[in-house]
């Protein structure tokens, strides 16, 4: 049976193809479509976001959106109530015996069950399904493996919840954002929301918009209050569980009396309330948890408690509109929590290239049969085999942790660690402790390993260095001590060194002792449903290539474009002329009446009125100026400058009557009317390469090396033997590779590509380049692309594969597809979108054609083949035939 996060992933997937439809708020297409450099069936160009970041934020809206942000329960009965009861049982984890089916009828009935019958949820052990099933409001876990990037997916989905909730304000969509983990070390990690570049996360239109009403608080340690004004809007407020529990978690101490005790307790819980307080009063709030398992499990244990509490009290008094849950452990006790919507595993990590390799690079050493000196100086000499040159690419030089569980444990092999670098002449200067006794200095060491100038390589450590740390730079860790089984301390510690960066290519180590290798391999298989042995034979599928460019003065294709634009009719002015209404309706008067009662009368009513009414002065409501300008200029597409200027004419004093508004709204629409649409054709001249963008911004990124222009791409290494470049094969005339590797996407692209640049290397004729474009799918770095109308009623950018370009400026554009694709809707959209475009222009100056085969030699393409030598050799022939009809 397929899991929940298998089945959303399908339907997403599905969504997707649709063109992210969503009637009612179709900004979300165009935010989703945002993330792309290229076309939207290629997974490799994405603008920003990981892979597993973007299907995790699209598979998000698919919930918020087409499902309608369902509680848990209803998300399981919409896949699984399939109208037998064991489907809907399986997949929720609650074990039914045959006896037992008898008496449960249908979905309902299992789930008042799990949700009302506490020794049911006690017999059949299912905690973690009456947790899910209980809660009040909608909660989803998102697990991506440690280094994906779950920070980021945090402020991405906030980023766009606020741009939709600004879009569309009377949507339920989320206009304030709770961000809490538990500890300091996560907190910290946190901060990376404030250095996420949304201007990559949402289009340019919503951008500016969001930035203006975004306000980031981090709880402040000791502070009593939460900095956020009440009731305000589009807050994102970070702090750990300790600062928004609902009850304080106040340790009493030894020597502290039972009246100084409750008294402290007190204090804490009010000063606890006062930030809920401040909480509970913002509007349309999401609250979202970082590292989730600390608050899942098959036991509630006292924190978990404290948690849940506290966030149902906040939903009480404020209506949630969801709750996300981030996690890397998506296991309790080899069962995958319920909630799980989306998972990204440690296997999927390093496949990707998010997450370094461990392949052949976990070590073990027996128990017992090795002294500890020699493990050690085993293990330090290891490393630096490994990795004494090795660096990141900023500079970082590569790092080994050790981790001990007791002080003496340290101490006892702190010599072993001094001795062992002293043989291989190494500086004992490298070694950095810290513990929970570390001095300032040494803390300040340790936050900054990252730094390419830190000389400390061999990181020695109690009770740190686990879960939040963000160390790229270490590459290795040790467990050769024996160590605490509980809390997946093994597991944490020992996966910090695969966080990986750009540009890395250097695999990761692990060094165990078989105890500690064995607790590895049972944290593995029930945190992550995986083992040692799987994570150990587990390679990189893919790798960044860096696409170099040798070209940056290339031709530019002219093109004729059919534009159509909205002009003025004739003697209509050139702005909009607003006058101050004079013939408005004025507010009728209105008037009060003065009673009085009189019991002596025998009337139905007691009250008598004294006579005259006194009218009641109501004061002139008006709006000032600058509101007003936003909101014409808006509604109507019209200047600001000039619309402020206009207005500010006619109301000097700046403020403009309610009764005005419809007035100065239909002078507006008066005006607009006197307008045509015109069609023109205008020249367009394309570049096919821009290094710089208008403003002179560079665009790519700059080797200091040797000064070149790189452009990156992550690619399957199966797809390695696709690459080409110059020095694999010969171009006599210098007419291609404008970038190298050329790197196709199909053996049909290669094979075209070699059979084309045979022909030109024979004869070039009047051909200046010929040169495959597929890789550059990015608007901002080449022209070379054609808008189409998509099966979703949208508009996408195409980039052809190939394009052959004369002296003469004419050219010719090849697209290169599988047989099986010539009637999919996509490609016939492309072809007719440049087909139509091809029409336009005069005397057939550029030609397109689209190659539909079966086999990589494109041996059923050869009068195809000669079409394109034809139109190569076409000028060339007719010289020829100019010469011979003169002799």
């Known amino acids: ?77 919409h896949y699984y109530d399939t109208g037998d009861i064991r489907d809907f049982c399986e997949a929720f984890g609650i074990p039914i015996s045959a006896n037992e089916l008898i008496l449960i009828r249908d979905v309902d009935t299992i789930i008042d069950l799990v949700k009302n019958n506490p020794e049911f949820v006690k017999q059949k052990q299912i905690d973690p399904v009456h ?23 945090i402020g991405t989905i906030i980023a766009t919840e606020f741009a939709m909730a600004l879009r569309y304000p009377e949507g339920e969509f989320m206009k304030n954002a709770l961000v809490f983990a538990p500890g300091t070390t996560i907190i910290e990690s946190l901060r990376e929301i404030s250095d996420i570049p949304f201007d990559h996360i949402l289009p340019s239109s919503l951008h500016s918009d969001f930035l203006a009403n975004l306000k980031i608080t981090y709880a402040q340690p000791g502070a009593k209050e939460i900095q956020v004004q009440t009731g305000s809007t589009y807050n994102v407020i970070v702090a750990n569980t300790e600062k928004i529990a609902l009850r304080a978690n106040v340790k009493k101490r030894s020597n502290q009396t039972e009246i100084a005790f409750e008294e402290k ?93 461990l392949h052949n690079g976990i070590v073990q050493y027996p128990i017992g049969t090795i002294p500890d000196q020699d493990v050690i100086r085993n293990v330090i000499s290891d490393f630096f ?45 490298q070694i950095l402790v810290n513990t929970q006794k570390s001095s300032p200095q040494e803390i300040n060491e340790f936050n900054r390993l990252n730094n390419p100038d830190s000389q400390k390589r061999i990181i020695l450590l109690i009770g740190k260095g686990t879960e939040g740390w963000n160390c790229p730079s270490l590459f290795a860790c040790a467990l050769i001590k024996e160590q605490t089984a509980s809390s997946n301390f093994i597991l944490q510690a020992s996966t910090r060194c695969l966080r990986q960066v750009k540009g890395n290519t250097q695999t990761a180590k692990i060094f165990l002792d078989t105890k500690n290798s064995a607790i590895l391999d049972k944290e593995l ?11 150990r034979t587990q390679d990189v599928e893919t790798e960044e290539v860096a696409l170099r460019i040798r070209k940056t003065d290339l031709p530019k294709l002219q093109i004729m474009q059919l534009v159509r634009r909205v002009v003025p009719l004739e003697n209509t002015p050139k702005a909009i002329q607003l006058h101050k209404p004079a013939d408005v309706e004025k507010t009728p008067p209105a008037f009060r009446s003065i009673l009085t009662p009189d019991f002596t009368q025998r009337t139905t009513s007691p009250l008598t009125a004294l006579g005259a009414q006194d009218e009641v002065e109501i004061a002139n409501q008006t709006t000032d100026c600058y509101t007003l300008t936003r909101r014409l200029a808006t509604n109507y597409h019209l200047s600001v400058i000039e619309t402020l200027k206009n207005l500010k004419n006619l109301y000097p004093e700046g403020q403009v009557p309610y009764e005005h508004f419809d007035a100065l709204c239909r002078q507006v629409e008066d005006q607009q009317q006197n307008y045509e649409v015109i069609e023109e054709q205008i020249a367009e001249h394309l570049a096919l390469i821009r290094i710089h963008d208008d403003d002179g911004n560079l665009l790519f990124e700059k080797d200091d090396t040797d000064g070149s222009y790189v452009h990156k791409v992550r690619l399957r290494k199966r797809k390695a033997d696709l690459l080409l470049s110059e020095d694999d094969l010969d171009d006599n005339h210098d007419v291609s590779f404008h970038y190298m590797p ?38 901002k770095k080449t022209d070379f692309h054609f808008e189409y109308k998509g099966t979703d009623n949208n508009y996408h950018r195409y980039f052809p594969d190939f394009v052959i370009v004369r002296n003469t400026g004419e050219f010719y554009i090849v697209e290169i597809k599988s047989e099986s694709e010539r009637g999919d809707p996509t490609v016939v959209a492309k072809k007719k979108a440049v087909k139509r475009l091809a029409r336009l222009q005069p005397d057939a100056h550029f030609e397109y054609k689209v190659i539909y085969t079966r086999d990589a030699s494109l041996q059923e393409n050869l009068d195809e083949m000669q079409t394109i030598h034809e139109w190569i050799n076409r000028n060339e022939t007719m010289q020829n035939d100019g010469e011979n009809n003169l002799a």
């Open 385 to 429: 085999d490994s990795y004494r040159d090795v660096s990141l690419p900023d500079g970082a030089k590569a790092k080994i942790a050790f981790y001990f569980r007791t002080q003496e444990h340290l101490n006892a092999s702190l010599a072993h660690i001094q001795n062992a670098l002293t043989e291989i002449g190494e500086s004992t200067t």
């Open 525 to 535: 298989q029930a945190n992550f449903g995986t083992t040692l042995g799987e994570l």
């Open 1 to 77: 049976m397929q899991h929940l996060f298998e089945k959303l992933r399908e339907d997403t997937q599905n969504w997707r193809d649709e063109g992210y439809s969503s009637p009612d708020y179709p900004l979300i297409g165009e935010i989703l479509r945002y993330q792309f450099e290229g076309e939207t069936d290629n997974r490799v160009h994405l603008k920003y976001l990981r892979e597993p970041q973007f299907q995790s934020l699209e598979l998000y809206w698919y919930l918020r959106l087409v499902l309608k942000t369902p509680h848990i329960a209803e998300l399981y009965r």
């Open 265 to 357: 307790k007190e204090q804490a819980e009010l000063v606890a309330n006062l930030r809920l307080q401040k909480i509970t009063s913002l509007p349309n709030l999401g609250i979202f948890s970082d590292e989730a398992h600390h608050t899942y499990g098959n036991k509630i244990d006292a924190e978990l408690k404290r948690v849940r509490e506290t966030v149902n009290y906040i939903d009480g008094k404020t209506k949630l509109v969801a709750v996300i849950n981030t996690t890397g452990t998506p296991y309790a006790k080899r069962q995958m929590l319920r909630e799980v919507v989306a998972w990204y595993s440690l296997g999927e990590g390093i496949r990707d290239n998010i997450l370094k390799s």
């Open 742 to 779: 050329y790197d196709f996407d199909s053996a049909p692209e290669q094979h075209f590509f070699k059979t084309i640049l045979a022909t030109l290397n024979q004869s070039v004729a009047d051909v200046e380049v010929f040169l495959f474009t597929g890789s550059l799918a990015n608007t």
């Open 131 to 153: 947790e899910a099933v209980t809660l009040p409001y909608p909660s989803y876990i998102f697990a991506l493996a440690m280094g994906t990037g779950k920070t980021v997916l």
